[in-house]
Structure formats: structure tokens, C-alpha cells
């Protein structure tokens, strides 16, 4: 049985119409009205009334449209638009597992019936999506749950999760990088499947106008920064960059403002927030964003050898190693498949 639960905004007890804020994220993207609502599937007349219904219950503007220059959202527009979709990063994955669990409940099929396997994971876009790759004949119950690199690896330590998701550069230079994971990438037993690479940079607005094309640009052009949080896997690359080109974080305009998924930094910079944020191409290119590539990097999943041979693993790897999950890959930019999930030591993998 599938139930699925849902965020309602309400303003004044009016309850604000679902199509909204993919509207609002469409005129960000394509900076046009009437793109926008051709994006979402609705008419000129109509979307212009679900706006102007809102607008009066908020009893100020969320859009501008100039001649010449298309439509914009404006400071509330963005407010709006940036707390809605955080909102939305942060609770929805608990709504999904919740929806799954009661309909477990509902159709009299007990959640243990199925092997559950529980995954503590830096957020990707990729493992977000892996639940939908798993048919209901694989045998498996997937408990997905995003956290920083660090924080899961020493969940898996502490036996607090099957697998455990970070992701690491390309490790020829950054060597003082791996050194911080090394304390928990300890042991013989320890196995990672390469889940994929995938493009790290930074995500700015799109078209660029203030012309970040590098690190340093950040702090010189007093860019608007938005950050990753202490801990995350994106947050200790990007502090090992500034400490290779000596750049002091102090000298970056809201550094300390922090996010706790790519898409949560790409959607701050899309709504006009922010000018830029370090983050995966992925997340960029789907808030209509422009991308400036600074690194190739693995995406990994830790467990012990013994976890892999349990049912409930085996069913996982199995979706990892499918065409859907493949096609999931192929479909996310920066992203490139493995030939196959590669299962190997850590210095294997990593040196």
C-alpha cells in the first residue's frame, strides 16, 4: 500500500495552492513568465491568478515583470521560495519513511518482514533516489538517512548503520583530506562500493554576473556565500581548498551560513540569497544554475564484509548493479556510473 504524506503551506488559514512553488522555482530558473508556466503545465491566465491570490493574502509582491527583462521574484518572493524548500530538504525524507512505514502497517504486511538495511549517508542526489530502484521483490526495506561524512562513518563504527555513504576527491594532492577519514576507514573488514563520481565546484547564479570562476574570486569580489555544515564531507573538501590556496575563511561574505544539502545551497543561490555555494554539479544544474568545475570525486558506501553477505545487503548491491539505478546515474549531470558497484579494500580504493 502506498501512502504518502505531504507539506501544506496556509497563509491566514487560506491554504496556499501546491502549484506555487514549483512556479516560483520555474521563474527562477527561466527568468519568464510564460516559460515558467509552460514547464509546469499551466496557463498564462491561470498561474497569473494563483499568484495574484497569494500576493493579496501576503499584501505584497512575490514576482516582478519588467519589459525587456522577464519576470523575478522579489526579496519576499525569495524568503519565500529559500524557507519553503529547506523546509521541504529537511522534513520530506522523514515524510516518505513515515508514509512507508504506516503503509506497511495498513496492508498487514509487518515492516520486518523485508530486510531492512539502514544507510547514514552524506546527501546525493543519486542515493536519494535509490529507494525508487528497489522493487517490492527485492527483499530489501531501505532506512536512508543524511548526515555529514564523518558522522556516519562513525555511525557505522559504532554499529549504528549496515552502510555508510561519504565522498572523497581524487586523493593525488589531498592527502592532508584523507588523513581526516583515516581514523575510521580502520580495519581488514572494512569494504566500500564506489557508488559513482560525480562533479564537485562551485554553484553559481546563473549566467555568472559576478564572474567566479575560482576560490579566490569568493573572497575578492565580496561574493555572497553560502556554506555546507561542519562535518560534511563537502564542507571539509572545500576548508582543505581554502587552506591549499590560503585563503582565510574570514575573507568570505557568509561563511558561516550553513545549509545541510547541495540542493538546500543550490536553492539559497537560486532564490537570489546568496551568489554562490561549493556543492555538486547536479544540484546546480537542476535550480538553473551555472557550475564551475574544481574537482572529480568518488562517492562511497562503507560496510563491513560480513554485512554483505546478509540477505537484505545482497538485495541492495543488486539494485546498485541495475540498469535503473544506471539510467538514475545517467541522468544526473556531473554524475558518471561505475562499470559496476566495486567492492574492494580501503587502499584499494583510496591508497
Known amino acids: 500500500m502506498d501512502i504518502q504524506f505531504e507539506l501544506r503551506w496556509r497563509v491566514d488559514g487560506e491554504e496556499v495552492d501546491a502549484r ?19 514547464d509546469i503545465g499551466l496557463s498564462y491566465r491561470h498561474a497569473w491568478g494563483l499568484l495574484g491570490e497569494l500576493e493579496n493574502a501576503l499584501g505584497q509582491q512575490l514576482v516582478t515583470l519588467e519589459r525587456g527583462r522577464g519576470a523575478h521574484l522579489t526579496p519576499l518572493g525569495e524568503k519565500f521560495l529559500a524557507g519553503a524548500t529547506h523546509l521541504d530538504e529537511q522534513v520530506g525524507p522523514q515524510l516518505k519513511q513515515l508514509g512507508t512505514h504506516i503503509g506497511h502497517e495498513l496492508s498487514g504486511t509487518r515492516t520486518g518482514s523485508k530486510a531492512r538495511v539502514v544507510i547514514q549517508a552524506s546527501h546525493d542526489m543519486a542515493l536519494a533516489r ?47 583530506l584523507l588523513d581526516q577519514y583515516r581514523p575510521w576507514l580502520k580495519g581488514k573488514a572494512l569494504r566500500l562500493i564506489l557508488l559513482a563520481t560525480r562533479q564537485q565546484g562551485l554553484m553559481v547564479a546563473r549566467g555568472n554576473p559576478m564572474h567566479i570562476d575560482a576560490l579566490a574570486d ?41 545549509e545541510f ?20 554539479e547536479a544540484a546546480a544544474r537542476q535550480h538553473g544554475l551555472d557550475f ?15 554485512t554483505l553477505s546478509r540477505p537484505g545487503p545482497r538485495a541492495l548491491l543488486a539494485a546498485l548493479d541495475s540498469d535503473a539505478f544506471r539510467n538514475i546515474l545517467h541522468s544526473l549531470p556531473g554524475y558518471t556510473a561505475p562499470q559496476a558497484p566495486r567492492i574492494a579494500g580501503v587502499h584499494e580504493l583510496l591508497g
Not at 29 to 37: I, K, P, Y
Not at 130 to 147: K, M, N, S, T, W
Not at 224 to 253: E, M
Open 20 to 38: 506555487m512553488l514549483p512556479l516560483l522555482r520555474a521563474i527562477v530558473r527561466t527568468g519568464s513568465l510564460n516559460q515558467a508556466v509552460r
Open 130 to 176: 535509490l529507494r525508487d530502484v528497489l522493487a517490492p521483490d527485492h527483499g530489501c526495506e531501505l532506512e536512508l538517512h543524511f548526515q555529514g561524512s564523518l558522522d556516519c562513518l562513525a555511525a557505522l563504527a559504532h554499529g549504528q548503520c549496515d552502510f555508510a555513504g561519504f565522498h572523497l576527491p581524487d586523493t593525488t594532492g589531498h592527502n592532508a
Open 218 to 258: 569568493l573572497a575578492d569580489k565580496q561574493a555572497r556565500f553560502v556554506n555546507r555544515q561542519p562535518g560534511s564531507g563537502t564542507r571539509l573538501f572545500l576548508d582543505h581548498l581554502l587552506a591549499t590556496h590560503k585563503i582565510q575563511p574570514a575573507r568570505i561574505n557568509g561563511y558561516q551560513l550553513e
Open 261 to 280: 544539502t547541495h540542493a538546500a545551497v543550490a536553492a539559497t543561490i537560486a532564490s537570489g540569497m546568496a551568489d554562490a555555494g561549493f556543492g555538486i
Open 292 to 306: 564551475v568545475p574544481l574537482a572529480t570525486e568518488g562517492y562511497y558506501l562503507a560496510a563491513r564484509s560480513g
